[in-house]
């Protein structure tokens, strides 16, 4: 099956590839299914294709949550208050 860019006009084939996402500090490398170019990774994702980066985003963003709650550290101190 082929599919052509609707920008470049190359022939683009349903493939899974290794891209990195990142989000603040994190990063996360997913097998990630789209439309891409024999060379190169700009691919192009579907609605079902993009479910997997959104799964990673969702990820990054609760490991983010755990190391910000992790680092939190409360001022006990009468004379600061």
């Known amino acids: 099956m082929e599919k052509i860019h609707p920008e470049t006009g190359e022939i683009l084939h ?12 994190q990063k996360i490398i997913v097998d990630q299914p789209g439309w891409y170019p024999a060379k190169g990774d700009e691919g192009i994702f579907n609605r079902q294709d993009m479910k997997v980066a959104s799964k990673a985003l969702e990820i990054m963003k609760e490991r983010h949550k755990k190391y910000i709650e992790g680092n939190r550290f409360e001022l006990d101190n009468a004379a600061l208050a």
């Open 14 to 25: 349903r493939d899974v590839r290794q891209v990195e996402y990142t989000y603040k500090e």
